[in-house]
């Protein structure tokens, strides 16, 4: 099952990042369908924890290299097709989705092709001075592998709780991650350095003590906070000044939900 | 508005995007982990070395931390690798010479490597005696959370 999570994974993420690469209508089919792998994903380590048994977040490489959109999206036809599962209900439901997605995504390989210029790293904004162009990079390096980590910590960690009030926190915080991610693999797209997270370390999402994964958190949303004060006062671009105070307003209501979590942990 | 170059070093983009040697290393004669305990940032690094001559034949390493982090891991892990484990140390030691000048951020994230490839040789002399335990090394450099303040006054 450990090698079923390991390319359910990988999977998760070629379809995720590779919709960045996309035209908008054909980008929000693949972000759909990189949703429903991610909760494949949830569902099989569920599986997994429910067995008594215990998993962790590696993963093969993912593929982002590609010469034109029609290769990408034929790749990951033919990976689709290339999965391989059990047998059981959970799995006959897996299978039928990823029929589903291939066929749609033969048919958008069909549709048009497009260069690929989201790896570029022609680190080129319309707008954007230079001194702003560096520490909007700074940023989004920082910051995409911090939401993707996010993501696994709070997956792990809601698979492991019976406490209902702490699955619900972590399934909101699971929910404000994704978009944060969604976001800032966007501004990072169009920057041209747009890039696959690197593999998240055991001990982060393996820790001892929950309380002092929050309290550690709640220090990481502040220091990111100021990191979105400080890009909001230096950047000259409206809509790019209005996201990054929007985005440090979300924080303020992630420390209240980690504080709350904080205070089920000391129940 | 006319658009300029970024002055961003392209050697650092890339250790940014795919940084030397990073991932876990499954089978290893060596491991060690280095704690920041004011902001949580931790370093594993992993090392494969070659009983006869000591020398460091494979290092992996991990992080959650910061793009400072990162870059350290991957050019401190370029340098360890084909050293001994008395060079790589006397290395590290020089490393924490150097760093005590630097911005303090650059230099907590220097720090928290090296801390680790120490913790890694002292696990490889416990297990020389047949101890099995995690070794843990922290940082004693401040990494001061950044605020707007200071961003706006250093601009």
Known sequence: ?267 | MEQETPTIDPRYLELMINPTNYGEMKEYDAKGLGKNKETGEMVVIYLKVDPKTQKITDIAWQTNGCGTTLVSGALFSEEYKGKTLQSGEEFTKAVFEKIKDNPPPDAACGEVVARAFMAALKDYEARARGEEREFVEYVTLSCPVPTGEDDAKNS
């Open chain 1, 1 to 267: 099952m450990q090698k079923i999570l390991e390319a359910k994974h990988t999977l998760w993420l070629e379809l995720f990042f590779g919709a960045f690469t996309l035209e908008p209508s054909q980008k929000e089919i693949l972000l759909d369908f990189a949703m429903i792998e991610y909760r494949h994903l949830k569902w099989i380590a569920k599986e997994i924890v429910k067995n008594g048994q215990d998993f962790d977040w590696s993963r093969e490489e993912p593929k982002t290299q590609f010469a034109d959109t029609k290769e990408l999206l034929e790749y990951l036809a033919i990976k689709l097709a290339g999965m391989s599962y059990p047998e059981g209900p959970l799995f006959d439901r897996i299978r039928s989705d990823e029929e589903y997605m291939r066929f749609r995504l033969q048919r958008l390989a069909k549709e048009s092709s497009q260069p690929i210029s989201a790896f570029s790293k022609e680190l080129c904004y319309e707008g954007l001075e230079a001194k702003s162009i560096q520490t909007l990079v700074q940023f989004l390096f920082e910051e995409i592998y911090k939401e993707y980590e996010l993501i696994l910590v709070y997956t792990y960690a809601q698979l492991y709780t019976n406490e209902a009030r702490l699955g619900l926190i972590f399934e909101d915080l699971i929910y404000e991650s994704f978009y944060h991610l969604k976001s800032f693999a966007h501004l990072a797209a169009k920057l041209g350095i747009l890039f696959v997270p690197r593999e998240v370390m055991k001990e982060v999402y393996k820790f001892e003590r929950l309380s002092t994964f929050l309290q550690e958190g709640i220090e990481e949303e502040r220091a990111a906070k100021e990191q979105c004060r400080a890009l909001s006062q230096e950047i000259q671009d409206e809509e790019l000044r209005k996201f990054f105070d929007f985005i440090d307003n979300q924080e303020t209501y992630h420390i209240e939900l980690m504080q709350e979590a904080l205070e089920v942990t000391k129940r």
